[in-house]
Each structure stands twice: as structure tokens, then as C-alpha cells.
């Protein structure tokens, strides 16, 4: 989501809401675990989408994506699909996954009036072990946000741990595009930085029973700075370097931290948590 900080207070749900969001959040983890196993040398991106929109028709779901955006240039599939220095938006098509490649699956729906999103990156074949970092590095920042959603009063207090782990690593976290809140409708108050400057500090929100956000950094190995291309959607690193995109729809329901997207423990290994254990705990900023 394009950045666009505001003070506007976060829409909170019920613990009932939240197990409805839930459902459609299993639905959104078991749409990108199969377009997981289709990331395979010589498979088109199309082909992906169509599994993924199939999946969604097949359980009465909505596609989020699909006709996003602006009516006279609509995002046209129910999964944005994007490669290497693609950070987000990719439009699938005709193009071919090589060996090698990062492949940035990113996908929400609604089911029964409530909303989920989640993105993966895809490491497929011989992947240059510097470019394996920076998924590594992509991932521990995720789960660093869930557990700071856990432990900390402010979202500023979250995004600047976030930012300080990708620096640390000698890599730029993207500050065009943040995550979002979510729930009936896909965007939803607040907007949700990777990131602390000045102005995440004045539209800062606390971290309270009932909130809902689709957190989502995007780490860049060079340079922070994106353009989009001329489809009025593809992002692209300005410097060419690949990117990372990763993303789980969160909760705060019951004092805990309910990652809504999570996969169901028999739907493969994406329900293994990243571990940072070597990450040491860090103080609340003041």
C-alpha cells in the first residue's frame, strides 16, 4: 500500500470477527502454499494466478486484488506475482520462472465478509547465497514484528526493531509502500510503517486488544528508492538489486498475538515459525 500517514484511530474487532478473519486468512495461507509448490523452472506466472483465483472460486471467496485500483487501469489477477528487483505489484503473464529466481507471491480474499493477505518469497533452485540472506533477513523481520506486536505499547516501538535488524544486515527497507490495517475491507485505518521517521512518530497508534494489521516489510539489498513501471503497477528497485516481500495479517485477541494467515499445521512447512533465537531482546523505546 502507497504510503499515506494519518492519525485516524484503528477499527478494532471482536474475538468472534477475528475467527472469522481467520477462516479467511487458512484460505489466503493454503492459496500461496500451493503457488509455492507450482514455483518451479518453466511454469509462467499466469498459470499461478489462475490456480490461486480457481481455489478462491471453488470456496466462495473474493479475490482482492483483481479490479483494484484505479477503474481505468484495474489490477488484473487475484495475485500480484513479482521477480528479483520486482519488490511488489507484479502483474502474472507469460513470464517464465528460471532457477534462481526470487519469486514474490503476494494474495488476499474475502470470505464470508472478512478479509486476509499474506505474501511469501520464493527462493527456487541455486539462488545465490547472498540473495538467500536478504529472504532470511526479509523473514526474521516478519517474525520480529510478531513478536513485538506482543511485547511492545506502540507500533513506532515495533517498526524501529524491524528497521534496525535490516540495517544491521547491510540491507534498505522500502518506505514508499507500508502495510495496513484490514478487516471488512482490505485497507483499513491505520497505515503501518517498516520504518520510524518523524512523521510515523505523529501518526503513531498503540497496540491494543482487537487490532488488525497486515504487516508487510519489503527489504531491498541496495538502495531503498522504487519506480514503477510503465503498467502502472510493477515496482522495481531503482537500482536493479532484488528485493524481498513477506506478509501476515496479525491480531491482538485474548493478550496474545494470533498471526491470522498462518497455514494449518498439515498444509506444509510454512507453519513453521522463522526462528530468531539468536536475536537478543531489546528495550521498549521511550
Known sequence: MLRQFFSRAPELKSPREIALMR??????ARALGMARQMCKPGVKSIEIDRVVEDLYRTH??????KGYGNPKVPFPASTCISFNEQVVHGIPGTRVIRDGDLVKLDTACKLNGWCADSAITVMVGDVRPEWRRLVKVGEEVLEIAR??????????????????HVEKAGFRMVEQYVGHGIGRVMHENPQ??????????????????GLTLAVEPMVNMGRAETDTLRD????????GLPSVHVEHTF????????VVTEPEPSEGP?????????????????
Open 23 to 28: 477462516e479467511a486468512g487458512k484460505l489466503v
Open 60 to 65: 466462495g471467496a473474493t479475490p482482492l486484488f
Open 147 to 164: 513478536i513485538e506486536l506482543g511485547r511492545c505499547k506502540w507500533w513506532s516501538e515495533a517498526a524501529e526493531r524491524m528497521q534496525r
Open 192 to 209: 503501518v510503517p517498516n520504518f520510524v521517521n518523524d512523521s510515523v512518530r505523529k501518526a503513531n497508534f498503540r497496540l491494543e486488544e
Open 232 to 239: 502502472h503497477w510493477t515496482v522495481v528497485t531503482r537500482d
Open 251 to 258: 491480531a491482538l485477541t485474548g493478550g496474545k498475538v494470533v
Open 270 to 286: 510454512e507453519a513453521v515459525p522463522v526462528q530468531v533465537s539468536s536475536l537478543q531482546p531489546q528495550a521498549a523505546a521511550e
